[in-house]
C-alpha cells in the first residue's frame, strides 16, 4: 500500500530564475488551453496527453517530463469537468483561462535528485537546474513529485507500507456538524469534538473578509493603498487556511483514535455533499454562510486517507431524518435546542440533539432504516477540543484608520487571571476566542 504525503516548504520570494520557470510554464500552458479551446469549438477529435506531449516536445525550456506534466495536468482537468457535465453539473467549465502570467512548474521523479538535504531539480540539457534545501525533518518515503509555487515547494513524497488490518469488526457513526464537529458513538460510548473554534474562525474570517472587501472597493484600482490591502488580505486567508488545516488534521485524528479505542473497523457518516443543492427552503444568511464556509468536506478527504492507515474504512449514508426522528418512537420533529425532546404525548424521550442524530446514523447503518427502539444514543457525551488555539492578538478592524505602532508593550487584562502581551498599542478592545 501506497502511503502518500505532500509537504510545502517554505522558500521565501522568487528569485528570477524561479519566475522564469514559472513563467515558462504559463507560457505552455496558455498554449495548452488555446489548442484545447480551438479542437472543442469546432468538433474535433479532443488531443489526448500523448498527442499534447508529442506536439510541445522541446518547444519550451522546461524539462521534457515537466513539459509532459503540464499537458498530463490539462488533461486531467478536461476529464474531470467531463465527468462532472455528465453527472449533472452543468456550470463546470473546461479549462478556458489562456492568459495566466504564471503556471506551478513540475518535476517528475527523473528529473529530481536527492543529495543529503539538498534536492536538484533538473531543466534539461544545458540549463541550470533548481536547487533548494530540504528541511531536517521528512516523512519517510521517495520523493515521486515536486511542485514550484509562488514562494512554496510542495514535494510529494510515497513510502510502500504493509497494509494495515482491520480495527476491528465494531461500527462507529459520526454526525458531522458545526457547533460539534463531530459526534460519535458506537451505542455504548460516545465522545463530542467541540466545533466552536472551526466556527469562531471562519466567522472571523468572513468578517475580515467584508472589511477588506469594503475597503478595496473604495480604493482605486492599482494604488499603493489596495496593493497593501490585497497583501494584507491574502495573507489573512492564508492564515486562516493554515489553522483549519491544522484543526481538522487534529479532528480527524481525534476520530480515529475513538474509532480504534472502540474496535470499530467501519466508521458511518452522514453524506453532506447534497446538503445545500437539495434545499429549496433559502436558509438565513447566516447559516448560509456558514454551511458554505465550512470545510468539513475536506475532514471526510483526511478521515478517508488517514483511516486507510490505520485500519478504518469511511461509509457515507444518506443522513436524511436521523437528526430529526426519536430513536425510542420514530416520531419526527425539527429540535431547536442542543437537546432533542421526543414532542409526542405518549414518549418521554429526552436526549442530546449530535448523539441522537449518530445513534440513529448508526441506526440506519445497521437497518438500513431507522427502526425505533432499536439502538438509544448513550446518555453520556464526552467533549474534547481538537487545538488550543493560540491566543493571538487580533488585528482590529479599524475601518481605515492607522494603527498608532508605538512600541510601548502593554498588558492588557483579560478577565480573571489570563494575562496577553500586546506588542503594538492600538487603542482598540482585544478580543479573545472563548472556546
Ligand atoms: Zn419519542
Redesign the pocket.
Known amino acids: 500500500m501506497k502511503d502518500i504525503h505532500v509537504i510545502k516548504i517554505n522558500i521565501g520570494s522568487p528569485t528570477p530564475q524561479q519566475t522564469e520557470l514559472r513563467k515558462e510554464s504559463a507560457r505552455l500552458w496558455n498554449r495548452l488551453v488555446k489548442l484545447h479551446k480551438y479542437n472543442r469549438k469546432r468538433h474535433w477529435k479532443w488531443l489526448g496527453k500523448f498527442d499534447l506531449s508529442t506536439h510541445f516536445k522541446g518547444r519550451f525550456d522546461l524539462h521534457s517530463q515537466s513539459i509532459q506534466a503540464l499537458c498530463e495536468k490539462l488533461s486531467a482537468n478536461v476529464d474531470t469537468t467531463r465527468t462532472n457535465r455528465k453527472n449533472g453539473d452543468h456550470k463546470a467549465r473546461y479549462p478556458w483561462r489562456c492568459k495566466k502570467n504564471f503556471q506551478v512548474c513540475i518535476w517528475k521523479q527523473a528529473a529530481i535528485k536527492v543529495n543529503g538535504n539538498r534536492i536538484s531539480l533538473s531543466n534539461g540539457r544545458g540549463r541550470k537546474p533548481l536547487r533548494f534545501k530540504l528541511p531536517r525533518t521528512m516523512p519517510m518515503g521517495k520523493i515521486v513529485q515536486a511542485e514550484l509555487g509562488f514562494r512554496e515547494l510542495r514535494l510529494t513524497i510515497s513510502n510502500e507500507i504493509d497494509k494495515p488490518s482491520s480495527a476491528g469488526l465494531n461500527t462507529v457513526a459520526a454526525d458531522v456538524g458545526i457547533i460539534h464537529t463531530a459526534v460519535m458513538t458506537d451505542g455504548v460510548k460516545s465522545l463530542g469534538i467541540v466545533g466552536r473554534g472551526m466556527r469562531s474562525l471562519t466567522q472571523g474570517k468572513n468578517r475580515k473578509l467584508a472589511f477588506y472587501t469594503q475597503a478595496l472597493a473604495k480604493c482605486k484600482k492599482g494604488s499603493r493603498k489596495s496593493r497593501k490591502l490585497r497583501i494584507a488580505k491574502a495573507k489573512m486567508l492564508n492564515r486562516y487556511e493554515n489553522r483549519t488545516h491544522n484543526l481538522l488534521h487534529h479532528v480527524a485524528n481525534q476520530m480515529l483514535d475513538f474509532c480504534v479505542g472502540r474496535d470499530a473497523g467501519t466508521l458511518v457518516v452522514g453524506d453532506i455533499a447534497n446538503i445545500a443543492k437539495g434545499k429549496k427552503k433559502k436558509h438565513a444568511k447566516r447559516s448560509n454562510q456558514e454551511n458554505s464556509g465550512s470545510p468539513i468536506g475536506r475532514l471526510y478527504d483526511y478521515l478517508r486517507y488517514k483511516g486507510q492507515l490505520r485500519g478504518v474504512e469511511i461509509v457515507k449514508i444518506n443522513e436524511a431524518y436521523t437528526s430529526q426522528s ?6 419526527r420533529h425539527k429540535p431547536s435546542g442542543r437537546n432533542y425532546k ?1 414532542t ?1 404525548k405518549e ?3 429526552v436526549g442530546i440533539r449530535d448523539n441522537v442524530g449518530a445513534a440513529n446514523i448508526l441506526n440506519k447503518h445497521y437497518n438500513g432504516k431507522i427502526v ?1 427502539g432499536t439502538l438509544l444514543p448513550p446518555n453520556n457525551v464526552k467533549y474534547l477540543r481538537p487545538v488550543k488555539l493560540r491566543q493571538s492578538v487580533v488585528d482590529p478592524l479599524n475601518k481605515g484608520k492607522l494603527l498608532s505602532t508605538t512600541h510601548t508593550k502593554v498588558t492588557v487584562p483579560l478577565g480573571a487571571g489570563s494575562k496577553i502581551r500586546c506588542d503594538y498599542d492600538t487603542g482598540f478592545d482585544l478580543e479573545t476566542h472563548t472556546l
Not at 426519536?326 to 416520531?331: E, F, S, V, Y
Open positions: 426519536c430513536p425510542l418512537c420514530d416520531h421526543c409526542n414518549c418521554d424521550f425505533a
